[in-house]
Nanobody
Framework: QVQLVESGGGLVQPGGSLRLSCAAPELIFSMYDMNWYRQAPGKERDLVAT???????NYADSVKGRFTISRDTIKRTVYLQMNNLKPEDTAVYYC?????????WGKGTLVTVSS
């Protein structure tokens, strides 16, 4: 069974930073597009950032200029660097690996932005 393991969530004040990590198996990491989604209480799960297997990145408008997605090939880890965090960024963040017809999810990590 494929496991995506997220870490790095926590409580941070508005304007602060956090870095989320997602460790993936080699086969997944090298061949799948990797994504970060988030789901706030009472809301749908939304795509936050994508990095393709070729390294192309894309971001939701709400996080452009504040969040950066990257991947470390040696560590088989995808990162989401989150800067200038806002209360509206509070959500459970999920790592996702996707190819046509195949999707894997991590269990999620909670990010709370509050003073």
């Amino acid at each position: 069974q494929v496991q995506l393991v997220e870490s790095g969530g926590g409580l941070v004040q508005p304007g602060g930073s956090l870095r989320l990590s997602c460790a993936a198996p080699e086969l997944i990491f090298s061949m799948y597009d990797m994504n970060w989604y988030r789901q706030a209480p009472g809301k749908e799960r939304d795509l936050v950032a994508t990095i393709t297997s070729g390294g192309v990145t894309n971001y939701a408008d709400s996080v452009k200029g504040r969040f950066t997605i990257s991947r470390d090939t040696i560590k088989r880890t995808v990162y989401l660097q989150m800067n200038n965090l806002k209360p509206e960024d509070t959500a459970v963040y999920y790592c996702n690996a996707k190819r046509p017809y195949i999707t894997y999810w991590g269990k999620g990590t909670l990010v709370t932005v509050s003073s």
